[in-house]
């Protein structure tokens, strides 16, 4: 079975960081463009960061530009979201997304994703 699995969330306070992980189970990320997304309930899922299989193009939504970091390790089959400076805004369930592409989805929503992690909860304090 072909899964991606997500993981890295908890509790923390305003100001700290969180490294989120998302790993590939019976394939490989060679070929796929990765994406990191959350929710809140009663709203829609927000793309807030993605990176193409070249490497090429990153995405990043405004409201986490400069304190979030997409790092993909493809020996690994496993992208991170480095979150620092994490705001209570920042509360959400956070997914990862991938789909098998040629060419750059980065930042058009997440009709692209093919396949999703099961989530991961991320709280932060004021």
């Known amino acids: 079975e072909e899964k991606v699995v997500d993981s890295g969330g908890g509790m923390v306070q305003a100001g700290e960081s969180l490294r989120l992980s998302c790993s590939a189970i019976g394939f490989v990320f060679d070929d796929h463009a990765i994406g990191w997304f959350r929710q809140v309930a009663g709203k829609e899922r927000e793309e807030i960061s993605c990176?193409?299989?070249?490497?090429?193009?990153?995405y990043y939504t405004p409201s986490v530009k400069g304190r979030f970091t997409i790092m993909r390790d493809d020996a690994k089959s496993t992208v991170y979201l480095q979150m620092n400076n994490l705001k209570p805004e920042d509360t959400a369930v956070y997914y990862c997304?991938?789909?098998?592409?040629?060419?750059?989805?980065?930042?058009?929503?997440?009709?692209?994703?093919?396949?999703w992690g099961q989530g991961t909860q991320v709280t932060v304090s004021s």
């Open positions: 997304g991938a789909r098998i592409t040629f060419h750059n989805v980065c930042g058009e929503g997440p009709d692209w994703v093919d396949y």
């Open positions: 990176m193409d299989n070249w490497e090429e193009h990153t």
